[in-house]
């Protein structure tokens, strides 16, 4: 998980959300917007999964994914990880790779 000092908070979420460039795959949206530090937030909804324990199952994964990528490649940023109900077909590893193929649409 992310120090919470990386993470948005309400207020912030609101002002990225509106503003950031939308990037998307077939079970993810990434909100990205140029920023001095990093901050991420990770969305999931009740169309993804109904229980509160598999979202935030869902949540905490990404945020471990994200995490461990940036930890190898530091970089800065405010990013927003939209779920789409079809990430719940998906593995831990396939979930990673499109996770890294938007992240690569960001770099570029």
């Known amino acids: 998980?992310?120090?919470?000092?990386?993470?948005?908070?309400k207020k912030e979420f609101d002002r990225f959300f509106s503003m950031g460039k939308k990037f998307?795959?077939?079970?993810?949206?990434?909100?990205?917007?140029?920023?001095?530090?990093?901050?991420?937030?990770?969305?999931?909804s009740k169309k993804v999964?109904?229980?509160?324990?598999?979202?935030?199952?869902?949540r905490r994964q990404i945020y471990d994914m994200v995490r461990r990528h940036y930890r190898k490649h530091p970089t800065t940023g405010v990013?927003?990880?939209?779920?789409?109900?079809k990430i719940s077909e998906l593995s831990r590893?396939?979930?990673?790779e499109e996770l890294l193929q938007l992240i690569e649409k960001v770099n570029n």
């Open 1 to 9: 998980m992310l120090k919470k000092k990386e993470r948005l908070t």
């Open 24 to 44: 998307h795959t077939s079970s993810l949206q990434m909100i990205f917007t140029p920023h001095p530090t990093l901050h991420v937030a990770v969305v999931a």
């Open 49 to 58: 999964y109904k229980t509160a324990v598999k979202r935030n199952k869902l």
């Open 79 to 85: 990013f927003i990880i939209i779920t789409k109900p």
């Open 93 to 96: 590893e396939e979930i990673q």
